[in-house]
């Protein structure tokens, strides 16, 4: 298999390859609580791009008593057995610069069934150049900051009565209702079925429990595009809500047209303003960015869905995993309030 970034050596940067062994180091003995010799682990990777294959070094010096399977150079049949002696609680890594593919075999989904630990890092190939030291920085796993500020959030979340999110000039989102039970990605995987998942870490997300209660005018300045790239206009975009609907957008562009065309063309005519995620990951920021929309999903600060899709909640006119689009767009964010309570301004989190 082949990708524009493919070379029969990828180059790679050994300080770079240091620092991701030290940041995967922390996520793997402090978030999974894998040791090393103890307990079995798999790492399946490819090296098409930078990025891949400096995780792939950096694995190899964390994991040094791990099995590595080079997709590419492996059968489905191959991949599949390395998966076959491991135990409840062993590891799998995935470290892709596309995202694997096994026939039938839904990777991630079908490991969690065997109670594995899965670490995923998809779409490595999106992001090259400058943005390979960003997503390496990413890794960090700072325990305190994640655990602390992510639960604290949650706590408020699922208490507050209301909420909004003040875009600035004038721009405020309102939130008039409570919100479905916060959701958490922030290493701490006590309370959890499955441990693991994609990373980055670093996001609590929510949605209001009532439609109705979602109005007011929002301010973005990056949105995934109709690639799963992050899409950075000129000028920020104007979202006029009215009961978690679009029925409006200032300063559009035609690659946000397009985006919004594509929603309505499959969902009723209708754009629904879904997910409150709210970012906790310091590595990416207004300013600091990387191409791919998912790994960018953890930017500190506030996103929001659009589209009818969510495979977490369930309203009574949207079944949970109805619906083809959950799209992430970025908001300029002055500040967050949950009842009276304000929990991020200038850019951080001040709980």
Not at 49 to 65: G, K, Q, V, W
Not at 261 to 286: C, H, K, P, Q, Y
Request: aromatic share 10%; proline share 4%.
């Amino acid at each position: 298999m082949s990708s524009p970034c493919s070379t029969l050596e990828t180059p790679t940067n050994p300080a770079l390859i240091t620092l991701a062994q030290a940041h995967l180091h922390d996520v793997l003995t402090i978030a999974f609580e894998h040791i090393d010799g103890e307990q079995q682990a798999v790492v399946v990777f490819d090296t098409r791009c930078e990025l891949a294959a400096t995780l792939a070094a950096a694995y190899r010096l964390a994991l040094p008593n791990a099995l590595f399977i080079d997709f590419d150079a492996s059968t489905p049949e191959q991949v599949l057995a390395a998966f076959a002696p491991l135990a409840a609680k062993d590891l799998v890594v995935l470290v892709q610069s596309t995202n694997f593919r096994l026939e039938a075999f839904r990777i991630r989904v079908e490991l969690f069934k065997r109670g594995l630990k899965v670490i995923e890092h998809p779409h490595l190939g999106r992001m090259v150049g400058d943005e390979v030291p960003i997503y390496v920085d990413s890794l960090a796993y700072d325990a305190a900051y994640y655990r602390g500020v992510g639960h604290t959030l949650k706590a408020k979340i699922d208490s507050a009565s209301r909420g909004l999110v003040d875009s600035g000039d004038g721009n405020v989102l309102h939130f008039a209702a409570p919100f479905e039970s916060a959701k958490l990605n922030i290493g701490d995987y006590s309370q959890m079925n499955n441990i693991g998942g994609q990373f980055p870490l670093g996001e609590v997300f929510t949605e209001t429990q009532d439609f109705a209660a979602v109005n007011g005018r929002i301010r973005i300045f990056v949105f995934g595009d109709t690639r799963f790239r992050v899409n950075r206009p000129a000028l920020p975009i104007t979202l006029v809500v009215e009961a978690s609907q679009v029925v409006d957008v200032i300063d559009s562009t035609p690659e946000f047209d397009a985006m919004l065309a594509m929603i309505r063309a499959d969902e009723g005519g209708v754009v629904w303003v879904r997910e409150l995620g709210l970012g906790l990951n310091r590595a990416f920021s207004f300013d600091r960015t990387v191409s791919d929309i998912g790994t960018y999903e953890r930017m500190c600060g506030i996103h929001l869905s659009l589209g009818m899709k969510h495979g977490i909640y369930a309203k009574p006119n949207i079944k949970r995993g109805e619906g083809k689009y959950h799209i992430d767009v970025f908001a300029i964010t002055e500040s967050v309030q949950f009842d009276d309570d304000i929990v991020y301004r200038d850019g951080a989190w001040v709980i």
